[in-house]
């Protein structure tokens, strides 16, 4: 089994900072690709931004340049470092990772969600 614990949450004011992370633990042989979604009230879970094992990155249209996403393999986390933040990046954010257990075995893990408010 494999858990993911996200952190770096919190208020922020537009035009602020945050810096996401999200570290994963237990059986893990590799982790290809890490994702971060999001969902806010009312509305559906987005995919933010991919990073994919050899470092390859994706972004939703509404946060190029202001949102990137990197990761540590070492450390078996990915980060999702937050600029020029505005109110409609309010949302629950979300870690996704799918994961290589050995025996051509692949799983997707998901956090728990962390809260994001941009608000003045």
């Known amino acids: 089994q494999v858990q993911l614990v996200e952190s770096g949450g919190g208020l922020v004011q537009p035009g602020g900072s945050l810096r996401l992370s999200c570290a994963a633990s237990g059986n893990i042989f590799s982790i290809h690709t890490m994702n971060w979604y999001r969902q806010a009230p009312g509305k559906e879970r987005e995919l933010v931004a991919r990073i994919t094992r050899g470092d390859s990155t994706i972004y939703a249209d509404s946060v190029k340049g202001r949102l990137t996403i990197s990761r540590d393999n070492g450390k078996n986390t990915v980060y999702l470092q937050m600029n020029s933040l505005k109110p409609e990046d309010t949302a629950v954010y979300y870690c996704?990772?799918?994961?290589?257990?050995?025996?051509?075995?692949?799983?997707?893990?998901w956090g728990q969600g962390i809260q994001v408010t941009v608000a003045s």
């Open positions: 996704h990772f799918v994961v290589y257990s050995g025996s051509m075995t692949f799983k997707n893990y």
